[in-house]
């Protein structure tokens, strides 16, 4: 159905697609004797201080194949979000749109979507109950409020990373840096973090695992500012590759996201007492 179609296709990108990056805005001076690592510890340290974001995604995800998103995120003082999403290889069902307010999650599916259930074209997921409820799939969404900001701390890990060289990203000069990286490295370079730090940063790799991902290759595009501006992730999955980069259009500006009108929308919760 249509409708499911868009509900797998946003939850699959959902678990990859949040996984984004930034950092907020540290000292400007950067001593010229910084080394490489050093860069990329700075620019990790930053995350922390994150209220929102604005991104756009492209790349192939391990089950969806290709894939391309616009998103945008406020993470205090609470959490929203909202992400236009398009899978290149699903054809006509492949584009949804989800949305997170009030601890809810909503996943549209445009026209085809409608189609399939009596003219509603958004489906509504209570984040709060998708716990209890079990699955694979819900197990997907419960992370839908999980803080983007945590990969680009995975390169903090890495044993080789190097600096690159200094590139151009939509107008903003950047330096690259570039490293590999196994989970087991990065887990255990959390060891000196704070504890809420390292819960936080460790919470990202849940997903990877459940994909058999267990080495990274990763790009990562720093400013002047500190400020991350674009960064790729690839790796061998269990079920395919995954070669994602993400590219910030701008940070801790107020974002605003709102439910769909409640007539266009379907609960989940009782479409499933109705089966």
Same mark, same amino acid.
């Given at each position: 159905m249509? *409708?499911? &179609?868009a509900v797998r296709?946003g =939850?699959?990108?959902?678990?990859? %697609? +949040?996984g984004?990056v930034?950092?907020?805005k540290g000292d400007t ?7 490489p690592a050093?860069?990329v510890?700075k620019?990790?340290k ?7 974001l604005?991104?756009?995604?492209t ?9 391309k998103?616009d998103?945008?995120?406020?993470l205090?003082?609470?959490v *929203?979000? &909202?992400m236009k999403?398009t899978? =290149?290889?699903q054809?006509?069902? %492949? +584009?949804?749109e989800i949305?997170?307010?009030?601890k809810?999650?909503f996943i549209?599916?445009?026209a ?7 003219g509603k074209?958004?489906i ?5 109950t ?9 197990g997907?969404?419960?992370q839908?409020?999980k803080n983007?900001?945590q990969?680009?701390?995975f ?11 200094t590139?151009?990203?939509? %107008?903003?000069?950047?330096t690259h840096y570039?490293g590999?990286v196994?989970?087991d490295e990065?887990?255990?370079s959390?060891?000196k ?14 997903q ?14 720093v400013?002047e ?6 960064f790729r ?5 269990d ?6 980069t ?10 605003t996201?709102v439910a ?5 929308v ?5 479409m499933?007492?109705?089966?």
């Amino acid at each position: 159905m249509a *409708a499911s &179609s868009a509900v797998r296709v946003g =939850l699959a990108v959902l678990l990859l %697609g +949040t996984g984004a990056v930034a950092c907020s805005k540290g000292d400007t001076e950067e001593s010229p004797k910084m080394t490489p690592a050093a860069a990329v510890a700075k620019a990790a340290k930053n995350v922390e201080d994150i209220t929102s974001l604005s991104y756009r995604m492209t790349g192939r995800t391990p089950e969806e194949g290709r894939v391309k998103a616009d998103a945008k995120m406020r993470l205090k003082p609470d959490v *929203a979000m &909202s992400m236009k999403i398009t899978a =290149l290889d699903q054809g006509a069902d %492949g +584009t949804a749109e989800i949305r997170l307010v009030d601890k809810a999650m909503f996943i549209g599916g445009g026209a085809a979507a409608a189609k399939e259930m009596d003219g509603k074209s958004w489906i509504k997921f209570d984040l709060s109950t998708l716990g209890a409820a079990g699955g694979e799939s819900l197990g997907a969404a419960g992370q839908a409020d999980k803080n983007p900001a945590q990969e680009s701390t995975f390169l903090t890990g890495s044993k080789d990373v190097k600096e690159v060289g200094t590139e151009t990203v939509d %107008g903003v000069k950047t330096t690259h840096y570039a490293g590999t990286v196994t989970l087991d490295e990065f887990r255990d370079s959390l060891k000196k973090e704070t504890k809420v730090t390292r819960e936080a940063r460790e919470k990202s790799l849940e997903q990877y695992e459940k994909l058999g991902i267990e080495k990274f290759t990763m790009d990562l595009w720093v400013g002047e500012d500190e400020l991350t501006k674009q960064f790729r992730m690839r790796g061998a999955g269990d079920k395919g590759p995954l070669d994602m980069t993400i590219t910030f259009d701008d940070f801790n500006k107020p974002v605003t996201i709102v439910a769909p009108a409640a007539k266009d929308v379907a609960d989940l919760a009782e479409m499933l007492k109705g089966a």
